[in-house]
């Protein structure tokens, strides 16, 4: 048997390598965690044995993970959203839990080991569905938030869920007065903790921080943490519960957000752990055994709760499309699950075949997470007739927006940045079609007479309502590099020569935004640290025009597009022909500039610059005197308007 330290080392190296592999292909890491307990466990090669020592240092991952749901406890959050999270919410959780016990005792199962199981199998992946949201920009579309109000719902319950569960390993004449005096514990707690801890905590971390220590305020954090977890365990509660409220506590103090960051490592490495001892006590012989049942269990899971979650949507009163997809991303299991699943496992409420069933049920499904997600478009075009009608409507909006419009801009993306370049443009009497996924944000726009609809601009359908054939440029004013990708993707396969103007975070972004075919990429940090350096430079008494001419000088050498862009010259219709233009051209089979480079056509003696090459399997080819020309190619030309008419000469007929 292999020393403590090899045993470490052991555990490191596995978690190292498979949640690597894990990463890559998309799926959860947490999945590879408790594939990799599963493997060195005691019922696989056996190089770890399960002892109590193990488990209780993993229980350490759920308290922190309890902690971070506090931090994100937020009254007005739940006041806001109040109808989703505890109307669907609660329906959600309550059926499925209702449903299992029904079950259960049909089948000989208690009524303990029944509520257990069923609060397991109602608990969905708040990482992965969260995650799956952001990237797909749905965040704030309605079944967007019917699935956040629903997950935050069940990470609420799983706080009297902790509370219950070891209620439920009494004798039944014990039950009710255990439940009663635990229910009475957690009052208790909470009271003395809301209404005389929120201002001893604030006071408390206000004096460490003013100490102006890394050190000693994660210290206090971990102190906080534990200490009220600590407190919890003392008066008969769950060690979880007691760091849900340090969570809640912090959450109401200005330093919400460095705790939330200074604790991430230790939860994310403990949870990990936790994962990993779930995984021990998984039997793959056992699983085997009973691989019907598994398989019976995962399909049962996945139908059974999307039609609980489309009945209650539906009862909600929204679309049937809208249910469906809510129904579809939350059929899945979760992390919590498998809290639950390990606290029930410690009590003995489920006959060991039936926990080893529930836990691989719970690792397929929230393997199958994302490949549901994917699918549910299809799905729900599949089997709701009347969401084709819907899409259509939405589109119909799009186009009656575009319809009377000709080199207008398409804006992707209408937050604040998007309603900045919205007025800019309307300053410049340039027309623009804005799409936002942000129902609220396009109603209210869509009243003050703006010229936005709601709409996905990573569709070929939007934006070829969009009019996209029609427009003389597009501007992505986002900063998720992935969802800006897609767009890319999109619109240059429809208009390779469209240029296109995208938001970057960080200039760590820039790349990938050039190579996907963005004719310009503009770094925020970069416009804010000019824009800072311009206000210092007037106050200290330097004259306004040596700052515009030296703001003006570093813009045009890090943007080749600065002066056709930032100031307004690119329109057409513009007046004045001295101002610098971008033109796109061509290159036919036969193009004289087909097989030359760059250096070759010599366009310095026009004064103008090859701003950008795109290709359409190579984009954002980057430009240089060595670049050779191909047939297909669309070069984008900067200059005044005489010389680019030269210069599109040179290149088609040389």
Partial sequence: MPNTLELVLLLLAAAVVIVAIFRSLNLPPVIGYLLVGAVVGPHALGLVPASEGARHLAEFGVVFLMFSIGLEFSLPRLIAMKRIVFGLGSVQVLGCIGLVMLVGRTFGLGWGGSLALGGALA??????????????????????????????????????????????????????????????????????????????????????????????????????????????????????????????????????????????????????????????????????????????????????????????????????????????????????????????????????????????????????????????????????????????????????????????????????????????????????????????????????????????????????????????????????????LRVLHRALSLRPDLPIVARAGDEKDMARLEQGGAAEVVPEAFEGSIMLASHALALIGVPLNRVVRRIRDVRNQRYALMRGFFHGASDADEPDSGQMRLHTVTLPAGAYAVGKTIGMLAFDEFEVAVSAVRRRNIRGVSPGHETQMMEGDVVVLLGVPENLERAEARLLKG
């Fill in 123 to 484: 608990m969905s992946s708040t990482a992965i569905l969260s995650k799956l949201l952001a990237d797909r920009m749905e965040l704030d579309s309605r079944h967007g938030r019917e699935t956040i109000g629903v997950l935050l719902f069940q990470d609420i319950a799983v706080v009297p869920l902790l509370i219950l569960i070891p209620a439920l390993s009494r004798p039944a004449q014990e039950m009710a007065s255990t439940l009663g005096l635990a229910g009475l514990k957690a009052a208790g707690l909470l009271t003395l903790v809301l209404v005389f801890g929120q201002r001893l905590m604030r006071i408390w971390v206000t004096v460490v921080a003013r100490r102006r220590s890394g050190e000693l305020f994660m210290l206090n954090v971990l102190l906080i943490t534990l200490g009220l977890a600590w407190l919890s365990e003392e008066v008969g509660l769950s060690l979880a519960l007691g760091a849900f409220l340090a969570g809640m506590l912090i959450s109401e103090t200005e330093f919400r957000y460095q705790v939330e960051e200074d604790i991430k490592p230790f939860r994310d490495v403990l949870l990990g752990l936790f994962f990993v001892t779930v995984g021990m006590f998984l039997d793959f012989r056992l699983i085997v055994a009973n691989l019907p049942a598994v398989l019976g269990m995962v399909a049962g899971l996945l139908l059974v709760k999307c039609a609980i979650v489309v009945a209650a949507s539906r009862a909600f009163g929204s679309s049937a499309g809208t249910a469906l997809r809510t129904g579809l991303w939350l059929c899945a299991g979760g992390e919590f699950g498998f809290v639950l699943v390990s606290y029930v496992d410690g009590l003995a409420l489920l006959p060991p075949e039936l926990l080893q069933v529930t836990v691989a049920t719970l690792v397929l499904s929230m393997l199958l997470a994302p490949f549901v997600v994917q699918a549910s478009d299809r799905i729900v075009m599949r089997f709701v007739a009347s969401e084709w009608l819907l899409r259509s409507m939405e589109l119909t909006r799009v186009a009656a927006q575009s319809m009377n419009t000709s080199r207008h801009i398409i804006v992707c993306g209408y937050g604040r940045s998007g309603q900045y370049m919205a007025r800019f443009l309307e300053q410049e009497g340039i027309g623009y079609v804005a799409l936002d996924l942000d129902p609220e944000r396009v109603s209210e726009a869509g009243a003050a007479g703006d010229t936005v609809v709601y709409g996905d601009a990573s569709r070929h359908e939007t934006l070829m309502a969009a009019g996209i054939m029609r427009a003389s440029a597009l501007v992505i004013s986002f900063s998720d590099v992935d969802a800006a």
